[in-house]
């Protein structure tokens, strides 16, 4: 069996298996960042936001709907890279009583709809404002999400980047209760 050779800027460079196991390491972290879920039971506050589009949407107006409140920025990498999963996830379960609330850190709004509308992104979004996050149960980075149930009790916090199959183990046992 060859060795695995490498040749960087003219230099041959044999790495061992323990290289090989920890760049492969990084490379995973880098696109698909560990996220950690906390279980909560606590009721929702009575937020109220008004989205993008100009449309005001209250908790109590998506009481019935198994619900992900989003923080994210523009600006954030980790963000820019889970919207593609929330956006499939969106396309097939909304139909489902699932809904997404996107709230934006960022400081200008004509700069997130311009993201959205590029990106070609369709869930709800509107600008945070610095009582909302505290309220849900704090949040500390950049993305951090909450899955609240169909009666209003916030259920998980995923603080880091979510993906479809992330999305789905928490979403789906919700919309079957």
């Known amino acids: ?30 696109f698909r960042p560990p996220a950690w879920v ?16 100009g449309r005001m949407v209250s908790m109590e107006q998506l009481r019935g709907k198994v619900v992900l409140v989003n923080f994210w920025a523009t600006w954030c990498p980790y963000c820019r890279h889970e919207m593609p999963a929330m956006e499939a996830f969106y396309a097939d ?49 950049l993305p951090t999400s909450f899955v609240i149930d169909r009666s209003g009790v916030v259920r998980h916090r995923i603080s880091g980047q979510v993906h479809y199959a992330r999305l789905k183990g928490l979403i789906e046992p919700l919309l079957a209760e």
């Open 93 to 141: 379960y909304r139909g489902r009583g699932f809904e997404i609330l996107a709230l934006s850190q960022d400081d200008d709004a004509s700069a997130v709809m311009d993201f959205m509308t590029r990106e070609g992104y369709h869930f709800p979004v509107a600008m945070a404002d610095a009582s909302i996050g505290p309220a849900l149960g704090g949040v500390s980075r």
């Open 38 to 53: 906390s279980d909560l039971e606590q009721s929702a506050p009575a937020l109220q936001v008004r989205l993008l589009d």
């Open 1 to 30: 069996m060859k060795s695995l050779r490498i040749w960087i800027a003219g230099i041959k460079w044999r790495p061992d298996i323990w290289t090989l196991v920890l760049l492969g390491a990084i490379v995973y972290v880098w």
